[in-house]
């Protein structure tokens, strides 16, 4: 309750407003800068190829800069590639994390009530037994022969 009145304040003072304010005009510079760096970096390259054509000819210097271009190219979409494993395998982890937290949680909000039932603890043991020899059969089957997708999209 403390967090939305400090919310309903700050609206109310302006503070809010004033914020978004700051980060429009942060966003701006910033974007301008960028602008001018890539203006910079172009005219950095522009006077290299100028610099190169004057020395080894126009079109060594352009058969140079292509293929620079297109290697700079490659390795950028090796590295890419290559962290694309990684990010899938952590999205996987948080994934199957994420699904335990969920399914512990909803197990001990639903114990009380489970315990109370008429069943008792035969409807708490049977899908606990079921869990546990379904935990058995993915430990003992080969990886990549139950069909999952790993969730990268090639």
Same mark, same amino acid.
Request: proline letters at 2%; aromatic letters at 8%; one cysteine or more.
């Given at each position: 309750? @403390?967090?939305?009145?400090?919310?309903?304040?700050?609206?109310?003072?302006?503070?809010?407003?004033? !914020?978004?304010?700051?980060?429009? #005009? $942060?966003?701006?510079?910033? =974007?301008?800068?960028?602008?001018? %760096?890539?203006?910079?970096? @172009?005219? /950095?390259?522009?006077?290299?190829?100028?610099? #190169?054509?004057?020395?080894?000819?126009?079109?060594? !210097?352009?058969?140079?800069?292509? *293929?620079?271009?297109?290697?700079? *190219?490659?390795?950028?979409?090796?590295?890419?590639? /290559?962290?694309?494993? !990684?990010?899938?395998?952590?999205? =996987? &982890?948080?994934?199957?994390?994420?699904?335990?937290?969920?399914?512990?949680? =909803? $197990?001990? %909000?639903?114990? +009380? #009530?489970?315990? &109370?039932?008429?069943?008792? /603890?035969?409807?708490? /043991?049977?899908?606990?037994?079921?869990?546990?020899?379904?935990?058995?059969?993915?430990?003992?089957?080969? +990886?990549?022969?139950? @069909?999952?997708?790993? @969730?990268? !999209?090639?």
């Amino acid at each position: 309750m @403390g967090m939305l009145a400090s919310l309903i304040s700050g609206f109310a003072s302006g503070e809010t407003v004033a !914020a978004i304010r700051r980060a429009r #005009t $942060a966003a701006i510079v910033y =974007a301008v800068a960028a602008l001018a %760096a890539l203006c910079g970096l @172009g005219f /950095l390259v522009g006077a290299a190829y100028i610099w #190169t054509a004057g020395r080894y000819g126009s079109m060594a !210097a352009s058969l140079g800069f292509g *293929a620079g271009f297109l290697v700079i *190219a490659g390795l950028i979409l090796l590295v890419y590639q /290559l962290a694309s494993g !990684a990010r899938a395998r952590r999205r =996987a &982890k948080r994934r199957d994390a994420d699904l335990k937290a969920i399914g512990i949680t =909803a $197990a001990l %909000a639903v114990l +009380p #009530t489970l315990l &109370k039932g008429k069943g008792g /603890l035969g409807v708490i /043991l049977g899908p606990a037994v079921a869990l546990v020899a379904y935990a058995i059969y993915r430990e003992n089957v080969k +990886p990549g022969t139950d @069909g999952r997708d790993d @969730g990268d !999209a090639k």
